[in-house]
């Protein structure tokens, strides 16, 4: 295994570590925890589900109306599967998917 393909293994570990810190921090109320994956500007795309484009917003504000969605439920539970990881992006940055089913179970 040579350098490139052992930095690709860390990278993809890095990003699935992301995701389940999102989900983790999500489910347990760690809003913290769930602030701190964000740079301080984020951009949002939920152009497949609800049409419109992608926006950008402050992980703040992100992170407060995540706060105020669940806050209501008794519990939530987000699971991370079928993670796709592509190879760096023209900019340098990393790409991924992922699909999963998030529970919840009403307050």
Do not use: C
Not at 5 to 19: G, K, W, Y
Not at 33 to 41: A, G, K, M, P, Y
């Amino acid at each position: 295994m040579d350098n490139n393909e052992l930095q690709l293994l860390l990278d993809r570990a890095e990003i699935s570590d992301v995701q389940l810190r999102y989900a983790t921090g999500l489910d347990s109320r760690d809003w913290s925890l769930f602030r701190s994956i964000f740079t301080d500007e984020i951009e949002t795309d939920f152009s497949s589900v609800f049409g419109g484009e992608p926006r950008k917003v402050s992980a703040d504000r992100w992170t407060e109306a995540a706060r105020r969605s669940v806050g209501g439920l008794a519990a939530t539970q987000h699971m991370i599967t079928n993670q796709a990881h592509s190879d760096t992006l023209p900019n340098g940055e990393k790409d991924f998917m992922n699909s999963g089913p998030a529970g919840v179970l009403p307050g």
